[in-house]
């Protein structure tokens, strides 16, 4: 069985930057590649995707702020996260539609964005 965990959150203070990676325990073909993020008692909110063209959607609220990448076969996906906020404090959440192993979860790693 495939998974996803992700790595690079943390404490930052607010204007700071933090790099996520989620890693495949295998190599996978990705089809399309998410970020999401659950803040505490809200639902989870998708903060940005990238397709299979290489085209990309991100949330009103990060527009100019994140950008996700492509990485390879077994770290299919990273979020760069810049000018961070308060409001982004959450949990965040890779996801991977693949061609062979469906579509696959991380188990989440907490940003903070706190002074």
């Known amino acids: 069985q495939v998974q996803l965990v992700e790595s690079g959150g943390g404490l930052v203070q607010p204007g700071g930057s933090l790099r996520l990676s989620c890693q495949a325990s295998?190599?996978?073909?990705?089809?399309?590649m998410a970020w999401y993020r659950q803040a505490p008692g809200k639902p989870l909110d998708l903060v940005a995707l990238l397709d299979g063209t290489g085209g990309t959607k991100y949330a009103d609220s990060v527009k100019g702020r994140f950008v996700i990448a492509r990485g390879d076969s077994k770290i299919p996906v990273y979020l760069q996260m810049n000018n961070l906020k308060p409001e982004d404090t959450a949990v965040y959440f890779c996801?991977?539609?693949?061609?062979?192993?469906?579509?696959?979860w991380g188990q989440g790693t907490q940003v903070t964005v706190s002074s």
């Open positions: 996801n991977v539609i693949t061609l062979s192993s469906g579509t696959l």
């Open positions: 295998t190599t996978i073909s990705s089809v399309l």
